[in-house]
């Protein structure tokens, strides 16, 4: 389920994301994805099934990024791609409900690629999904949810950012 848009498959429609904020949890950092009914985000459209790929990209103005520099980033030099067989770990939050917790990483194979997305050899848990995918110091995608549903899950994916990034940040 996209974290903004509470769609499980979100129709390539800006308005189901009319009042998302970023928000950090635990702390007062609000930054909305809309301005004056206009939206500050990049999108990628699915082309197979028309639906929104679920990672977006938000302009940040330079007192948002400030706000989240604390938070760490990527060089977009950093952006890779990634083939069957490579070892990348997941950051999150699993288990975050209401409470900030510690982060942590999952390491898991590539077992499949395709054009916008990657399939691991591990389940992602809840608290994964919107983080980092990396390997080494290269960025490679975002985890986006799970093959399976709710106590079956087999494997995580993610969106991968090199087959994104024309789209999202140039």
Do not use: C
């Not at 400030?66 to 950051?91: N, R």
């Not at 409900?97 to 990657?118: G, R, V």
């Not at 983080?131 to 087999?154: C, H, N």
Request: proline residues 6%; without cysteine.
């Amino acid at each position: 389920m996209h974290l903004i848009s509470g769609q499980d498959n979100t129709p390539p429609v800006h308005s189901y994301m009319a009042n998302g904020l970023i928000h950090v949890l635990g702390r007062p950092v609000n930054i909305p994805i809309y301005e004056a009914d206009t939206p500050r985000f990049t999108v990628v459209i699915n082309a197979t099934d028309n639906t929104l790929v679920d990672v977006l990209s938000v302009k940040l103005k330079q007192s948002e990024a400030a706000q989240l520099s604390a938070y760490g980033a990527f060089a977009f030099e950093s952006i890779a791609p990634v083939a069957i067989g490579d070892t990348v770990a997941m950051s999150g939050f699993p288990g975050m409900k209401t409470e900030p917790t510690s982060p942590s990483t999952l390491s898991a194979e590539i077992i499949e690629t395709s054009d916008l997305n990657f399939k691991m050899s591990k389940p992602s848990a809840k608290g994964y999904s919107g983080g980092p995918v990396t390997r080494g110091g290269s960025l490679v995608g975002v985890a986006t949810g799970d093959v399976g549903y709710s106590g079956a899950l087999s494997n995580g994916l993610a969106a991968s950012l090199h087959a994104l990034k024309e789209h999202l940040f140039l």
